[in-house]
């Protein structure tokens, strides 16, 4: 078998799709994107395809090395999410041609299901205690949210006041026992996260999200000392190599990385074997597609310390569409009881619309995260 050809497919609301065509019909889906970078991604996607062409597609361990070493510049998130997206497909034609799901063909799961939570509010976090009830009422155990909007490097106290106003709002209207996970974004800066971090402590949470940035993470260590609060990180780290640091840390309590960034199944399955030998708990990150989930559900089906796994199902990006539109399996994603089941079909064990992602690339998109600014008008961390 050997690979032929690869197509793109900017389609909305902010997504890109690989398919990956081999000549026996087999074909493979992956999902490589950036959000606000796709055109970006994409070009990377198809220089990295003059390697790909009329190789094995079952050669997916080779192929990787070869498209992460071979062009002596390496890493990042336009290289290695194009090559995650590319590397979900291989996966899925491998599943397919065995007529196995790729969790099989990595050893096995672990479990058949898994918990999920689900996003409320939007950006900025406003109005939410409404839906935080609704999203518990349809099953879901966990929630997650913006838990504040931009903060200068040193900010004044009405801006904590209103964040702590927030998530006690939330705690009061869905009780004691519902996770919260309070998703800084990135926004906050270590002169605020380390009393934002202290401020949200008695609402019990279930994790704090990028309290600082990625490139901040030396920050951690006193954020760390201000609560018990576990640590998420990781979703603007692109391999094993980025994870290596903040595991050997220790400041982190879950690993983040994205199916769609961080090189695909091949590179999540070794980040989430790193982390658990440091006991470090594991919750892919995948506010995007159908593609981008089903790769992270085969990932959570092999790997014992994945304990939740974020979704995009009616999240305030998906305007036009949402990710149970471009399939026609649409059971697949089976929700209940707050879980998610691992898919058991060949591959990813989605069957992408093909036909609907053709007419929806038409339209395609220009997805940009808006640009916020300070009372000062120097630009803000959105």
Same mark, same amino acid.
């Given at each position: 078998?050997?690979?032929?050809?690869? !197509?793109?497919?900017? *389609?909305?609301?902010?997504?890109?799709?690989?398919?990956? =065509? !081999? &000549?026996?019909?087999?074909?493979?889906?992956?999902?490589?994107?950036?959000?606000?970078?796709?055109?970006?991604?994409?070009?990377?996607?198809?220089? %990295?395809?003059?390697? %790909?062409?009329?190789?094995?597609?079952?050669?997916?361990?080779?192929?990787? @090395?070869?498209?992460?070493? /071979?062009?002596?510049?390496?890493?990042?998130? *336009?290289?290695?999410?194009?090559?995650?997206?590319?590397? #979900?497909?291989?996966?899925?034609?491998?599943?397919? /041609?065995?007529?196995?799901?790729?969790?099989?063909?990595?050893?096995? #799961?672990?479990?058949?299901?898994?918990?999920?939570?689900?996003?409320?509010?939007?950006?900025?976090? $406003?109005?939410? /205690?409404?839906?935080?009830?609704?999203?518990?009422?349809?099953?879901?155990?966990?929630?997650?949210?913006?838990?504040?909007?931009?903060? @200068?490097?040193?900010? !004044?106290?009405?801006?904590?006041?209103?964040?702590?106003?927030?998530?006690?709002?939330?705690?009061?209207?869905?009780?004691?026992?519902?996770?919260?996970?309070?998703?800084?974004?990135?926004?906050?800066?270590?002169?605020?996260?380390?009393?934002?971090?202290?401020?949200? =402590?008695?609402?019990?949470?279930?994790?704090?999200?990028?309290?600082?940035?990625?490139?901040?993470?030396?920050?951690?260590?006193?954020?760390?000392? +201000?609560?018990? !609060?576990?640590?998420?990180?990781?979703?603007?780290?692109?391999?094993?190599?980025?994870?290596? $640091?903040?595991? $050997?840390?220790?400041?982190?309590?879950?690993? @983040?990385? &994205?199916?769609? +960034?961080?090189?695909?199944?091949? =590179?999540?399955?070794?980040?989430?074997?790193?982390?658990?030998?440091?006991? *470090?708990?594991?919750?892919?990150?995948?506010?995007?597609?159908?593609?981008?989930?089903?790769?992270?559900?085969?990932?959570?089906?092999?790997?014992?310390?994945?304990?939740? @796994?974020?979704?995009?199902?009616?999240? +305030?990006?998906?305007?036009?569409?949402?990710?149970? &539109?471009?399939?026609?399996?649409?059971?697949?994603?089976?929700?209940?009881?707050?879980?998610?089941?691992?898919? #058991?079909?060949?591959?990813?064990?989605?069957?992408?619309?093909?036909?609907? *992602?053709?007419?929806?690339?038409?339209?395609? +998109?220009?997805?940009?995260?808006?640009?916020?600014?300070? /009372?000062?008008? $120097?630009?803000?961390?959105?």
């Amino acid at each position: 078998m050997k690979i032929t050809k690869l !197509t793109t497919y900017i *389609v909305p609301p902010r997504w890109l799709f690989v398919k990956v =065509e !081999t &000549d026996e019909g087999i074909a493979g889906w992956g999902e490589p994107v950036v959000e606000g970078r796709a055109l970006t991604v994409e070009a990377a996607v198809h220089e %990295l395809s003059d390697y %790909l062409v009329g190789k094995d597609p079952l050669m997916i361990e080779d192929h990787w @090395q070869v498209m992460y070493r /071979a062009g002596f510049y390496r890493g990042g998130a *336009v290289h290695m999410s194009a090559l995650a997206g590319i590397d #979900q497909a291989l996966w899925d034609i491998k599943g397919k /041609a065995y007529g196995q799901p790729i969790h099989a063909l990595l050893g096995g #799961q672990v479990r058949d299901r898994i918990k999920v939570y689900s996003w409320i509010g939007g950006d900025r976090p $406003s109005d939410v /205690a409404n839906n935080a009830r609704e999203v518990v009422a349809r099953g879901f155990k966990a929630i997650k949210l913006n838990g504040c909007e931009e903060m @200068q490097i040193v900010d !004044t106290w009405d801006k904590v006041d209103k964040a702590v106003a927030t998530i006690a709002t939330i705690r009061e209207a869905i009780g004691p026992h519902v996770g919260i996970g309070v998703d800084f974004h990135g926004r906050v800066h270590r002169p605020m996260a380390k009393v934002l971090a202290k401020e949200l =402590e008695p609402f019990k949470l279930m994790f704090i999200e990028e309290p600082v940035l990625s490139e901040n993470r030396e920050a951690l260590k006193e954020i760390a000392n +201000h609560c018990s !609060t576990p640590i998420a990180l990781g979703e603007r780290l692109f391999s094993r190599w980025d994870f290596k $640091s903040v595991l $050997s840390d220790g400041y982190v309590d879950i690993l @983040q990385p &994205d199916l769609s +960034h961080a090189g695909g199944i091949t =590179e999540c399955r070794k980040i989430a074997a790193m982390a658990e030998a440091y006991d *470090v708990a594991l919750a892919p990150h995948c506010p995007l597609g159908p593609i981008a989930l089903a790769a992270c559900l085969q990932v959570d089906a092999v790997s014992y310390n994945a304990f939740i @796994q974020e979704q995009s199902l009616g999240i +305030h990006y998906n305007q036009g569409n949402d990710i149970l &539109d471009y399939i026609s399996n649409k059971e697949v994603f089976h929700y209940a009881d707050g879980f998610v089941s691992i898919p #058991q079909g060949p591959g990813l064990g989605v069957e992408v619309d093909e036909a609907y *992602v053709i007419e929806r690339a038409k339209e395609g +998109h220009r997805w940009r995260n808006p640009v916020w600014r300070h /009372a000062d008008s $120097s630009v803000a961390e959105w």
